[in-house]
């Protein structure tokens, strides 16, 4: 049996109540000191688990008693949902929601094991200096071999060098490339890059990751406020219906008006249910995005989209970029790898030196083979170069610098690219400023333009015209003020992707200031 309570019946409550009292989501939820989000979900019943001190903050802000508001049956529901139940909703700050982003993240994991791949290539280039120690014992039988067997008081057995029908042999060496034209040098200068490489890749994929946990997480609050804002166009063109219905009895309205501010409550309807679509799915990417299941309940610790403004300064943000950008490392390291390119190709006209030891034993019979008389030594250099090898090292070479001078070319691209993004990113802060800057008066000003609506109708002044146009302005200039703070929000962390600067730093320097 489900004990979960009906939050339908507690959300139409606590609407019923709310609109009873003319008091918007947004007011509740100062009243209540609660924050936009949760007042928003527990009227549409998404809230699943609402505790008793959240209902109890409505309650009171309604100066009624909880069980007033959700009925005795549903406080032992509660009671029980909580008692035996631990899905309790997760409250995320932007933070948080990039550190588990970070740590849940396929592609980052992916990335830190490709780290793990370039440290042991450094390793395996490490020991191309290092000798190479060998251990060795074999057997052989032979039909017939050289007969060479040597006196009795002779210090050695002639036939460790030539040879025993049956052989028997056990011994070390010992093998050193002293020189082999730099190839070494530049295959291990090549992997401590490649290193250097996967880090800047791994910080690049970290950028990514924040900004599209920034994207979301501004674009959740986005979703809410207009959701907040129609569900408020809804209820007020609602509220005016009822006044227009009231009067329509009282004989002191027309039809027109009546049918009018009632075709104008279905028509905002569609517009609500796209508000409600729109959380769902931005909702779903964002739990995707953080690795949890659909089913989890997430809410966000931020209340509304807020933002603080920054002075734009295009120069520095482009030095900034050029400097700190994991793209323009990788184009540096790049350029760096074909540089150690070249000279692995040039070492093919090199001389190649190496030196080489060993020490074994030799003899027909097991029993008597480690003494003096059966052992042997060697140690050895050999130089080698190569003459002529087919115009081989001479096609890596021309290669190499070919590589070499696309990796430059590449990197000039990028610092053109980066120009036009830092320039992109100045413009789209300064026109979501100039929005923002614009909306501010006019949300206040289109407040107290429907209020002026609405008294001069209900003096029968004003028209019924007059106040749908009045709230549709309001929430006109409402949804305009919001989108502004968003695209602002979105033109920052924009500009924060192309300069390689994270979020981690952003609040550790606002906690210092």
């Not at 947004?26 to 949760?38: C, E, M, Q």
């Not at 070390?172 to 290193?195: C, D, P, R």
């Not at 050895?380 to 990796?407: N, P, W």
């Not at 989108?483 to 992707?497: F, N, S, T």
Request: include cysteine.
């Amino acid at each position: 049996m489900d004990k979960r309570p009906n939050h339908n019946i507690i959300g139409s409550n606590v609407r019923n109540l709310r609109q009873k009292r003319g008091i918007s989501q947004d007011r509740l939820s100062k009243l209540a000191d609660l924050s936009l989000n949760t007042v928003v979900k527990v009227e549409s019943g998404k809230n699943l688990n609402p505790t008793i001190k959240t209902l109890y903050k409505i309650a009171k802000s309604f100066n009624v008693k909880v069980d007033d508001l959700i009925g005795v049956v549903l406080i032992i529901c509660i009671f029980f949902t909580y008692a035996y139940s631990g899905d309790n909703p997760v409250t995320l700050s932007l933070l948080d929601a990039i550190t588990i982003a970070f740590k849940n993240n396929k592609d980052i994991q992916i990335q830190e094991q490709e780290i793990t791949i370039a440290k042991a290539n450094i390793m395996g280039a490490t020991s191309e200096f290092l000798p190479k120690l060998n251990a060795e014992t074999s057997y052989t039988h032979r039909g017939a071999v050289l007969n060479s067997a040597s006196p009795p008081t002779a210090k050695k057995d002639v036939r460790i060098y030539s040879g025993y029908k049956n052989d028997n042999e056990v011994g070390i060496s010992l093998n050193e490339s002293i020189y082999n034209g730099g190839a070494n040098i530049a295959n291990f200068k090549q992997a401590k890059t490649g290193l250097t490489e996967q880090e800047e890749t791994l910080r690049a994929k970290k950028l990514d990751t924040e900004f599209e946990a920034k994207r979301l997480y501004y674009g959740l609050l986005l979703a809410y406020e207009a959701e907040r804002i129609t569900q408020e166009l809804v209820d007020n063109a609602n509220q005016h219906y009822q006044e227009v219905k009231n009067k329509y009895e009282q004989g002191v309205s027309s039809r027109f008006d009546l049918l009018q501010s009632k075709v104008q409550v279905s028509l905002y309807m569609p517009e609500l249910v796209k508000a409600k679509n729109a959380i769902d799915l931005i909702l779903a990417d964002f739990k995707r995005l953080l690795g949890f299941k659909m089913k989890d309940d997430v809410a966000l610790q931020d209340s509304r989209l807020d933002y603080s403004a920054i002075e734009i300064k295009e120069e520095e943000f482009l030095k900034y970029a050029y400097l700190n950008s994991p793209e323009m490392h990788l184009k540096s390291l790049g350029i760096d790898m074909s540089k150690w390119s070249i000279e692995m190709a040039n070492s093919g006209w090199r001389p190649q030196v190496s030196a080489d030891a060993g020490y074994s034993f030799r003899s027909d019979r097991w029993n008597d083979m480690f003494n003096a008389k059966h052992d042997n030594w060697y140690a050895g250099f050999s130089v080698g170069m190569s003459i002529f090898d087919g115009f081989s090292t001479k096609a890596k070479v021309e290669a190499a610098k070919a590589r070499y001078a696309q990796a430059n070319l590449s990197k000039e691209n990028l610092n053109d690219q980066i120009a036009v993004d830092i320039r992109r990113a100045c413009l789209d802060l300064g026109q979501a400023q100039a929005i923002i800057n614009s909306q501010k008066d006019s949300v206040a000003e289109a407040r107290e333009a429907l209020n002026i609506a609405n008294i001069s109708y209900d003096n029968g002044e004003g028209t019924n015209l007059d106040v749908l146009d009045a709230q549709l302005s309001l929430s006109q200039a409402e949804k305009n003020l919001a989108e502004g703070i968003y695209d602002y929000l979105m033109a920052k962390a924009y500009l924060d992707r192309i300069m390689g600067e994270v979020y981690f730093k952003e609040v550790k320097d606002e906690k210092k200031s």
